[in-house]
């Protein structure tokens, strides 16, 4: 099965860290192009971070500066570090990515979110 399952998320005061993981499933051969989008309670997905290729990395206004989007291409492996949390970076936070599968077809791969709740 092709899929991403991201880990991670919580409740955390404000001005805490929280570490998200999105592992990619052993169908999986590559991840090319990924990122991370949240959905903030009652609004719509927006994008938190992105690496759409391997030496460059983008981010959204609202976290720049906190927020650190990493991979490990040898385990397929995203992460994104999140620092000084606010209550605003509630949400349910997705992982995604472009994908090569075992049987070298491309995907587009969303993940089934986890939730991050700041709150003191």
């Known amino acids: 099965q092709v899929q991403l399952v991201e880990s991670g998320g919580g409740l955390v005061q404000p001005g805490g860290s929280l570490r998200l993981s999105c592992a990619a499933s052993?169908?999986?051969?590559?991840?090319?192009?990924v990122g991370w989008y949240r959905q903030p309670p009652g609004k719509q997905r927006e994008l938190v971070a992105t690496?759409?290729?391997?030496?460059?990395?983008n981010y959204a206004d609202a976290v720049k500066g906190r927020f650190t989007i990493s991979r490990d291409n040898a385990k397929n492996m995203v992460y994104l570090q999140m620092n000084s949390l606010k209550p605003e970076d509630t949400a349910v936070y997705y992982c995604?990515?472009?994908?090569?599968?075992?049987?070298?077809?491309?995907?587009?791969?969303w993940g089934q979110g986890t939730l991050v709740t700041v709150s003191s």
């Open positions: 995604t990515s472009k994908v090569t599968t075992s049987t070298f077809e491309t995907l587009d791969v």
């Open positions: 052993k169908s999986i051969f590559r991840l090319n192009a």
């Open positions: 690496i759409p290729s391997s030496s460059s990395t």
